[in-house]
């Protein structure tokens, strides 16, 4: 899953890509045009659009820990990322927890906490998000590579476990988050 910041990426710029690639709502999610919107969307979140206010320390722990916080109750966290304007999780729903919920609680704890911290009030996180289910083992190892490596790819860091507020510093130890598919 990968929810962002609310300035993080304008609905005019994503209208303009899906007019441009010719995608309306009947196009399915494997077209190669599709791909080439995701592709465009992550270059633009890697880029550092909007406010960037998970760049700071103080947010992007509030919102690592509200990540941590019902991991093994609600949910079983395997990968996360706080990246400047978007965050990353992988994470297996837990029975009788429904993701719309545990996502509203993630951004509904962080979004109050982070604004009392910055001393600001209004929206913090763009309602919509995106997520996708793992299909194979395969899928698996590359989602948590991808995630891992966003820092990276996005020229923040030189190594995945020097990010800060990821699950790959906990990884590298062999921690907590150094999980192989269930």
Known sequence: MTF??????????????KLELD?????????????DLRRKIERYEDAGHGSCVLRDPAPAEITE???????????????????????????????????????????????KEINKVLGKTGQLWLEEYRDRFIRDENHFHMTVAYIENNPVKAGLCRAPEEWAFSSARYREHGGRDARAPR
Request: proline share 5%.
């Open 23 to 35: 995608i309306n709502r009947d196009t399915p999610a494997t077209d190669p045009r599709m791909i």
């Open 65 to 111: 820990t509200a990540l941590l916080h019902f991991d093994g109750e609600r949910y079983r966290l395997i990968a996360w990322c706080v990246m400047p304007n978007h965050v990353h999780a992988m994470f297996e729903m837990r029975d009788g927890y429904v993701l719309s919920r545990v996502l509203h609680s993630w951004k509904s704890f962080t979004a």
């Open 4 to 17: 962002r910041l609310a300035d993080a990426l304008p609905q005019k710029v994503i209208d303009d890509w």
